[in-house]
């Protein structure tokens, strides 16, 4: 079977996003032969945002992209700029990676503000808001976590708060949890709308966009690299891999390890109608962006047409987006009961790329050429900042110098059979979503 056999569809999603983001420029197929100083695979917002680190620098780039800008996991997401990762704090990402984490920490940190500057400095039109982001604890144990995060975001001097179960009510207009964690960097955005207008941003800086032609091979000769795409290639001293959660999905042999070292698993999206204005104000009323401790995620964003912006998981694939539709829209009615009945009028998904410790990988291909993957649900704010990180990379600053810490690509073994188990993970965090929680 050929790879293009193998390859997803590459239309457009039934996204709110797709259905209210600004076209995105035209990018032409590869259809030649082409050099440049840098080739990135991948135009999410990683490969934009190091395309476009590139330009500002003056160097050559080309972005070989399989669909459109925005296509994969980076227009298909909640939106939500959030300037920690899942599950590590500081200090385990440190104790992981040493002083190359403490650099990491740092951009985590900074990512939601790198994000917002970057919106602000090419004018992108993307309903930016950076209303803060909230994790409010849905249990009374949880707010050991709330406390643990503040206390270690506080020593690294995030603009982190701590909030009373009567804050989070009046923050959030909801009785349902009992304080959290806020992040004033934090927000929103929509993530199509940013991922098109980085695109524009780089060709209007002289950089090469070209889509539909999804990389199937990337290869050392001589001093340069070659990536193969169906009808062209590029030849290119550097290159910045930028395919993380659907790095297999176009060409399977493109990078297997990288592959195999991230479970892409499916993350539904949904969009209420409007809410009334009325409703609005007592229903996060400040705008923030609110996922909360659940393992089965609880979480809500505005868009700009006061929409609220939701989701969920679902593990029998069978009748998923009405089934999705009535289960979290009780959940809404449950946590916001002033809401009433609740209809959606859009539903999809998207891949998340999960790693086994909730830690994204970052690697080294060999020379001049790099790698990541697993963002773990963080993606927007960080993959716009790691941008930055990789177009260093290429202009030669030092290793000790990036936020990057590279380790080698670890394969999960029976990668395949994770895969296809990983939805079953949804019973697991269930269960524990109702124990209460005890600090050790």
């Not at 929103?188 to 199937?216: D, K, M």
Request: net charge positive; aromatic share 8%.
């Amino acid at each position: 079977m050929s790879a293009a056999a193998r390859a997803p569809s590459t239309a457009h999603h039934g996204s709110i996003w797709a259905a209210t983001a600004p076209p995105g420029p035209a990018c032409p197929k590869l259809e030649a032969s082409v050099e440049a100083d840098a080739v990135v695979i991948g135009a999410g917002f990683t490969g934009l945002s190091t395309a476009l680190n590139l330009r500002k620098s003056g160097v050559d780039v080309a972005v070989v992209e399989a669909a459109e800008p925005g296509w994969g996991a980076s227009g298909r997401n909640n939106g939500q700029v959030i300037p920690t990762l899942s599950r590590p704090d500081p200090d385990d990402i440190e104790a992981k990676h040493g002083e190359a984490g403490e650099r990491f920490v740092a951009l985590l940190r900074d990512c939601a503000s790198i994000l917002f500057d970057t919106v602000r400095e090419h004018a992108i039109v993307a309903e930016a808001e950076q209303t803060g982001w909230v994790q409010p604890a849905h249990s009374p144990g949880r707010i050991a976590i709330s406390e643990r995060r503040v206390r270690q975001w506080s020593k690294r001097g995030a603009p982190v708060e701590l909030l009373s179960r009567a804050q989070a009510s009046e923050m959030l207009g909801s009785d349902a949890w009992h304080g959290g964690f806020w992040n004033r960097t934090g927000g929103h955005v929509n993530p199509l709308a940013l991922a098109r207008g980085l695109a524009h941003a780089v060709v209007e800086a002289g950089g090469r966009i070209f889509a539909q032609s999804p990389a199937l091979s990337f290869s050392r000769v001589g001093d340069q690299w070659l990536v193969r795409t169906p009808a062209g290639q590029v030849r290119a001293r550097a290159l910045v891999l930028a395919t993380n959660a659907y790095t297999g999905e176009f060409a399977p042999a493109l990078a297997p390890r990288i592959a195999r070292e991230v479970v892409p698993v499916l993350s539904w999206q949904m969009a209420t109608l409007p809410l009334p204005d009325a409703v609005r104000a007592t229903v996060i009323p400040g705008r923030q962006a609110m996922s909360d401790t659940h393992g089965d995620l609880h979480f809500a964003r505005y868009d700009a047409r006061n929409r609220l912006v939701t989701g969920g998981a679902i593990i029998v694939p069978f009748n998923q987006a009405e089934r999705l539709k009535a289960m979290i829209g009780e959940r809404l009615k449950r946590l916001w009961p002033q809401i009433g009945e609740v209809r959606f009028d859009h539903v999809w998904n998207g891949y998340v790329g999960m790693t086994d410790d909730f830690l994204p990988r970052f690697h080294r291909l060999g020379p001049d050429a790099w790698a990541w993957a697993g963002c773990n649900g963080r993606a927007v704010g960080l993959s716009v900042a790691l941008g930055g990180e990789f177009a260093k990379a290429v202009r030669g600053v030092p290793e000790n110098e990036l936020a990057l810490p590279f380790t080698e690509p670890a394969p999960l073994p029976l990668h395949s059979l994770a895969r296809r188990v990983a939805p079953l993970m949804l019973l697991r965090y269930r269960q524990l979503d109702r124990r209460e929680f005890r600090a050790g």
